[in-house]
């Protein structure tokens, strides 16, 4: 069964640093999310992408936050300066169509650790 | 604008007990209700859904109930297992722009032997 992968599943950085997390969506899938999840904290949505543009985006998905599908299968999450508080894991999910009967298909988790 | 509450956890069973995770949920319009599933070291996973009022979503044993008039969306099992022990997550889709998924704090089962 066709499945999202993410990559690297864990990521330790310094503050300050840049950081991408990578996101292989389902093969024909056309819209893509990322969401992150704080340490005992709810899943939060942070941005979602069609058409090779952000469809929508939270307060969260500040000027730090940037998102791209270089090459047509990617689709990555890069922090361009990271803070201790952007610790989380982050999941990236993708789907065919907005259709009610479809579904978000998730990938693993990268969890992200800031020092 | 949209929030869901779930029941805070973490929730311990013994095998073949009743199981029931609360959900409650705020949301502009006619929103989708969903209860995804983690398993240790995986990804989220769809358990079930409901697309409008009075709709049953069930799956592998698990059903909930999509309740308009108490804003509810409960997940039950009637016989839990131990490979049923994994995080539990309510959540809802509003229905507008990309369908972005608004999510509980997850509720963490365990089944004990």
């Known amino acids: 069964e066709p499945e999202v992968t993410q990559t690297p599943s864990h990521q330790v950085t310094q503050m300050g640093q840049e950081v991408i997390l990578r996101c292989v969506p389902i093969s024909n899938h056309l819209y893509f999310y990322w969401y992150r999840q704080i340490l005992g904290q709810k899943v939060e949505f942070l941005v979602s992408f069609y058409n090779n543009e952000i469809s929508e985006k939270s307060e969260i998905f500040d000027d730090q936050f940037s998102v791209e599908r270089p090459d047509g299968s990617n689709f990555t999450l890069k922090i361009r300066s990271t803070k201790l508080e952007d610790s989380a894991m982050y999941f990236c999910?993708?789907?065919?169509?907005?259709?009610?009967?479809?579904?978000?298909?998730f990938g693993p988790g990268t969890r992200l650790l800031v020092l | 604008g949209n929030s869901v509450t779930q029941m805070e956890g973490p929730v311990t069973l013994s095998e073949e007990a009743f199981l029931t995770i609360n959900c409650t949920y705020t949301?502009?319009?006619?929103?989708?209700l969903f209860w995804y599933v983690q398993y240790p070291g995986e990804g989220l996973q769809l358990l079930l859904k409901a697309t409008k009022a009075d709709d049953k979503g069930s799956n592998k044993g698990f059903e909930a109930t999509y309740r308009k008039e108490t804003t509810s969306f409960h997940l039950e099992k009637g016989s839990v297992q131990v490979s049923d022990s994994a995080v539990y997550f309510c959540a809802l889709s509003d229905q507008t722009g990309a369908n972005n998924l608004f999510f509980g704090t997850g509720t963490r089962l365990t089944v004990i032997p």
């Open positions: 999910a993708s789907r065919y169509t907005l259709l009610a009967k479809e579904t978000q298909y």
């Open positions: 949301a502009t319009g006619y929103p989708s």
